[in-house]
């Protein structure tokens, strides 16, 4: 079986899986049963052993409305439902007008992609 994801991804993926749990105040037995999954199964996807199949963020999304893009990659501690993720495009605006001050302040060019990896850093700081 192969895996897209690293061991890294899967346990971040497993530590966001349990904050989920955590919300529903159910034991790993009674959230796995929820789910359709056996607690084996389940707690190999919470500690990261194993990785995630697809049906299991759409279980997620259908069962409790968890945004499958939160489930992935965050950003924030807290479980996001799909309906609530909302984008302060004030708040954007501020933090690229705020980059682009500091990179011009130390005469500095960021690549595409690094620079996109500090704007999603910074606004996920500032929404905490």
């Known amino acids: 079986m192969s895996s897209i994801a690293s061991p890294d991804q899967n346990i971040d993926l497993g530590q966001r899986l349990t904050k989920v749990r955590g919300t529903t105040g159910l034991s790993q037995a009674a959230f796995a049963n929820t789910l359709g999954l056996s607690l084996r199964a389940y707690a190999n996807y919470e500690r990261g052993e194993r990785e ?10 259908e069962i409790y409305g968890i945004d499958p893009v939160w489930l992935l990659a965050g950003p924030g501690e807290d479980p996001v439902k799909a309906a609530t993720r909302t984008m302060d495009f004030a708040l954007v605006d501020t933090i690229v007008q705020s980059v682009d001050t500091e990179l011009a302040a130390m005469g500095r060019v960021l690549k595409p992609a690094m620079r996109l990896r500090i704007l999603r850093a910074l606004y996920a ?4």
């Open 125 to 128: 700081l500032r929404r905490v």
């Open 52 to 61: 995630m199949p697809v049906a299991l963020f759409r279980a997620l999304y």
